[in-house]
């Protein structure tokens, strides 16, 4: 069965930081693109971040750019993001997402809550 499974998220005060992670299951995992995307509360998907297959390029929502950081290891198949400098509108679930370096589609997680508040 292919899968996604994240972990990492929880409650944390503005300024502070968090490292979501992604593993992946079933599937080769080196053969795709992949992103991270978080859904706030009442709003649809936003597309935070991604990632080529060697990890050698990233991209990045002008909102997080300069503060999260994504990576990944094809040997232990994760997905990672390293968020900084956290601000209450970063609060949303996070998923991590297959098949494109730009785009919130494909095989999607179950998703791990982020809550940025004081």
Do not use: H
């Not at 991604?50 to 094809?74: E, K, L, W």
């Amino acid at each position: 069965e292919e899968q996604l499974v994240e972990s990492g998220g929880g409650v944390v005060q503005p300024g502070g930081s968090l490292r979501l992670s992604c593993v992946a299951s079933g599937f080769v995992f080196d053969s795709f693109q992949m992103s991270w995307a978080r859904q706030a509360p009442g709003k649809g998907l936003e597309w935070v971040s991604g990632t080529t297959t060697t990890g050698r390029t990233t991209y990045y929502a002008d909102s997080v750019r300069g503060r999260f950081t994504i990576s990944r290891d094809n040997i232990k198949n994760t997905l990672l993001l390293q968020m900084n400098a956290l601000k209450p509108e970063d609060t949303g679930m996070y998923y991590c997402t297959r098949g494109s370096a730009f785009t919130a589609s494909g095989l999607r997680g179950q998703g791990t809550q982020v809550t940025v508040s004081s």
